[in-house]
């Protein structure tokens, strides 16, 4: 059963733990890189925990940390960012990342937000497999160009009266 958990700045060492992990075993998945997390100091984490408008959930299996996801509300009207979305290697093919992609969805629409955003890099195939089955669809850019330097722009609209 996958147990979801909001964290928070005091559960830092629980985010980094999983973001350092994230970063050395899928480098090519972030446009953070390891060198600029590694060695950062406690308050830098917990600032990242304490982004006003930010949301961060942790997913366990059998009572081990397998995952994780953010969400940020952006400055654009009803937008939310999918964000720091990763889950363990060992824990592919489980649900862990439906599960996390559906935590964030739920506290985006539930902040107000009408607009779930997210970037996912071009060659991360089963990244982007994971959000088109959970209903995002890329964003055709000027030109009809959906790439923005090796990564692309998906998103996901809330639905509005269905029932």
């Known amino acids: 059963m996958i147990e979801l958990r909001n964290i928070g700045p005091d559960e830092w060492e629980i985010w980094k733990d999983q973001r350092l992990a994230a970063l050395r075993k899928a480098p090519y998945a972030f446009s953070s890189k390891l060198t600029e997390w590694e060695n950062a100091p406690e308050q830098r984490w917990r600032d990242r925990l304490s982004i006003c408008g930010s949301y961060q959930v942790v997913a366990s299996l059998q009572g081990t940390i397998v995952g994780m996801a953010g969400g940020l509300l952006l400055n ?61 669809v890329d964003v055709e850019l000027e030109g009809g160009d959906v790439e923005i330097s090796c990564e692309r722009v998906m998103l996901k609209k809330k639905a509005i009266g269905l029932a």
């Open 76 to 136: 654009e009207p009803e937008v939310a960012e999918l964000v720091s979305m990763w889950v363990a290697p060992a824990a592919r093919g489980r649900g862990v990342g439906d599960a996390l992609v559906a935590a964030v969805e739920d506290w985006a629409y539930g902040i107000g937000a009408t607009i779930l955003k997210l970037s996912v890099a071009e060659n991360n195939y089963p990244a982007r497999q994971l959000y088109s089955r959970n209903g995002f």
